[in-house]
């Protein structure tokens, strides 16, 4: 089990730049895939991105395709979601989520099994 704290989020105007930390507890994270979602007030939960254990693949929702970046840092037990022109749309709490890297199945939430508290990102118009 990894424990998992979400900071980074905020309000800023459409266009601005937001990023994303997530901070993983336990000596294991590296053996860990990692997977950043969403949920707007009224809307389910989507999937916006996800990176390998090793950080060799990344995965995008086409929403947030070319905008957003997932990184990770394993010595820091951390991985970030680095937001960039962003829209009114892009309003929602955002979560972490971790699993152990089966090396698939990286964009549903059931199959993540630890998730943080959540994030708020409030995009104006």
């Known amino acids: 089990q990894v424990q998992l704290v979400e900071s980074g989020g905020g309000l800023v105007q459409a266009g601005g730049s937001l990023r994303l930390s997530c901070a993983a507890s336990g000596r294991t994270f590296s053996q860990y895939a990692m997977g950043w979602f969403r949920q707007a007030p009224g809307k389910e939960r989507e999937f916006v991105a996800a990176?390998?254990?090793?950080?060799?693949?990344?995965f995008y929702a086409d929403s947030v395709k070319g905008r957003f970046t997932i990184s990770r840092d394993n010595a820091k037990n951390t991985v970030y979601l680095q937001m960039n022109s962003l829209k009114p749309e892009d309003t929602a709490d955002y979560y972490c989520?971790?699993?152990?890297?089966?090396?698939?199945?990286?964009?549903?939430?059931?199959?993540?099994?630890?998730w943080g508290q959540g994030t708020q990102v409030t995009v104006s118009s």
């Open positions: 989520a971790a699993r152990l890297d089966s090396g698939r199945n990286y964009l549903s939430g059931v199959n993540y099994d630890d």
């Open positions: 990176i390998t254990w090793s950080g060799g693949r990344t």
